[in-house]
């Protein structure tokens, strides 16, 4: 990410990945954090739904 746009399109397909409440994103840390519905979605599932929905907005994604 390097601008304030991208920061808004990463947070917007974190949010739309079914399960996920909401999303806040750094561009000074090039980080994000989710929260998510536990009862909706297995963590393993989540991650995996998340870093495809990041890198199929033209993003890298590596989960911590």
């Known amino acids: 990410m390097t601008c304030p746009g991208c920061v808004r ?3 917007r397909v974190l949010e739309a990945v079914a399960g996920v ?10 980080e994000a954090v989710v929260d998510f519905d536990p009862g909706r979605a297995t963590t393993v599932d989540l991650v995996a ?5 990041v890198e199929a907005a033209g993003y890298r994604a590596q989960p911590l």
């Open 49 to 53: 739904d998340l870093v495809n929905a």
């Open 21 to 30: 409440h909401g999303a806040a994103v750094s561009l000074e840390q090039g």
């Open 9 to 11: 399109s990463v947070k």
